[in-house]
């Protein structure tokens, strides 16, 4: 098969690399040096020449040619090869538009042209956006379909396709794992799947937008309320006080108190005392919906049944006494906690309101955890998130482990960019511990990952020394 290529830049060198044995190609260009530069690695035919004259055209072979493309700098002069081509019944007329404004030029006349601006500008677009896997042009460039990640702070993420009510794409299928989906109204998507999306070019930003914009969620995927233990005078002004900050600063639908059932109490002033603790109740929680959970026992010995049992998003819980022993065992049985009743635990020093908020920055299931419920918060509160990855010293580590911080940090930011919550980004070498804490003396709150169910001994001593021995409010986030 034979094809004339008007035009010898870059993209015609391309093109000769990419076609097959079974064509032979002229290429005509007005510049030898530009022929020159083809090189003789590829069998091709070199005109000199100007291409939109039909008498070139002709000496190049037009009558028996399979295929033109029109690929020079000049779109007037390609749309002259194009036309020439057309009227001597070229099956094949392909151009590469110089200006993508000129593409409805192309259109008009039959032809298929691309823009390399565009196609430059994809590519890059795909490198640049991280919830985005592929995107290709068709339909003569009307059309474009485009391949997503849903995030886990996805605007459709958990919606069946019949509730997004979709006018200008459809979702042709999802990946989710190693599994392929042809979706239907009844399909529910979620977190991670890669659905490719159809729809019209001129629609690209708002589909953009839908597929890769996120939303504050926290404390949501693990439930509806926040919940808080009343117990003593102190509660009131301390967790009681924050868990109603949280509630007001978030997407949790309510304040779940937790308290013994003063007329189980066999102690009459106690008893009285907690009727007086629940009356002042009102003025502490104005403005909150507040549902009461009472009990027969001591509420903090069953929490994680509380838990399974209402749908607590987040527990507020005081922090441990600041006694060596006993204060550094209540800190590792908070992180216990949030991990055996698999919800995020605030340990509440009454550093609200929070305008400086502090999480590592790591890539674990865990730390990332920490990190969604961070920009989530920060995006509610309005307030600064610092992003803080602690590699080795030098003389441990060698130079190589700060890639991986930058690799963190560099996640964080694209996370948060989704919800457009910008990250400060630190590095810092030395004791994880000691590091953490000095930087959390400028933060409000500190949020920092669980885990995820049982953990084997020493498991999270880091974690548990930082909860004892910081002074801010510290949020635990389970891996879900």
Partial sequence: MKAIVVGAGGATRELLGRLGEAWTVTVIDTSGKKLEEIGEATPVSKVVGDGTSRLILERSGLSEADAVVAASSDDEANLEVCRLARQAGVLRVVAIASSPERLPSYRQIGVTAFSPDSLVSRHVELSLEHRRYTSMAFADGRAEAIEFQLGYDSPITGKALKEIHAEHFIIGAVLRGDALIIPHGDTVLQPGDRVTVVGLGVHFPEIVHTFTSGEARFPLDFGKQVGVVLEEEEDLDGPVAEA???????????????????????????????????????????????????????????????????????????????????????????????????????????????????????????????ERAAIDLARYMHADLTGMAIVDPTFIAGEDTSEEARRSIGWLKQEAAMQHVAVRGKIRRGNPVRSFLDASAAADLVVLGAGKGAARPFEYAITTHIVYWARKSLLLVPAS
């Fill in 244 to 370: 109603v900050y949280f509630v007001r600063n978030s997407a949790a639908d309510s304040l779940l108190l937790i308290h013994r059932d003063p007329a189980l109490l066999k102690d009459g002033e106690a008893s009285s005392r907690l009727d007086a603790l629940l009356e002042r109740l009102n003025k502490v929680t104005e403005g909150v919906e507040v549902r009461r959970h009472a009990v027969a026992e001591s509420p903090n010995r069953i929490l994680p049944d509380i838990c399974r049992q209402e749908s607590i998003g987040m527990l507020v819980h005081p922090p441990p006494r600041p006694a060596p022993l006993v204060g550094k065992l209540r800190a590792q049985r908070l992180v216990l906690l949030a991990r055996r009743a698999g919800v995020p635990v605030l340990v509440a020093r009454s550093s609200h309101p929070y305008k400086n908020i502090l999480v590592p920055a790591r890539q674990t299931l865990s730390a990332k955890a920490a």
